[in-house]
């Protein structure tokens, strides 16, 4: 016989499954406490034993949804050469987002459902240090010049999520994706050592 720990743990599965899934497809504003828990399978005090309210559960889902994010860019940028990593873990960041239902659940509601400066605060947490290690393994194999990775990393990152806010807001994101990814590869292009560059202490 389960636990209460164990059906308390379930349950919860039971309701981020469930609002992960509409909050994905229908959205916050059309999705209802009702909704999840009929999702679910649940009574609303169940839900209500785990979350406050229904913005509760959706900054649980989207702190998840960073989490598995970040996970992702970690994974596409596996590469033996500093610099390639950089490169391909900030172009995976706009394609990965650019899944209709990532692409509105981290940046089209995110910031509106939560306020512009929790949605910065969980976002720069999972991302910002991944662009800042990207940024000292490059420096440290001599393919970026040696400067101060702070504010290197907050203007790279400041850059991507701008530019994916401004795929989010656009009616045909995909087909703007190549432009904007191109720009991407430039900004970075210009960070390199060039050939012939001497590395400076």
Do not use: N
């Not at 504003?29 to 034993?49: E, M």
């Not at 991944?130 to 203007?155: F, N, T």
């Not at 807001?169 to 904007?180: H, M, R, S, T, Y």
């Amino acid at each position: 016989m389960a636990t209460q720990e164990e059906r308390s743990a379930a349950s919860l599965a039971k309701l981020m499954e469930a609002a992960r899934a509409l909050f994905r497809a229908e959205g916050y504003a059309a999705t209802s406490v009702d909704d999840i828990t009929r999702a679910a399978g649940l009574t609303k005090g169940a839900f209500y034993h785990h979350f406050t309210d229904k913005k509760a559960i959706f900054r649980a889902v989207f702190e998840e949804a960073e989490a598995q994010l970040h996970a992702d860019i970690r994974a596409a940028c596996a590469r033996d050469d500093p610099w390639s990593m950089l490169k391909s873990g900030c172009l995976a960041f706009l394609d990965i987002t650019l899944h209709p239902g990532t692409l509105r659940l981290l940046l089209r509601e995110g910031p509106s459902v939560l306020g512009w400066d929790v949605w910065r605060e969980v976002c720069t947490r999972h991302s910002l240090g991944l662009i800042s290690g990207g940024i000292r393994a490059a420096i440290k194999a001599g393919q970026i010049p040696p400067r101060p990775s702070e504010p290197l990393a907050a203007a790279i990152y400041g850059a991507l999520t701008e530019a994916a806010r401004y795929l989010a807001q656009l009616d045909d994101p995909a087909a703007a994706l190549p432009g904007v990814r191109a720009e991407i590869e430039l900004m970075l292009q210009a960070l390199r050592t060039q050939p012939g560059e001497a590395p400076t202490a």
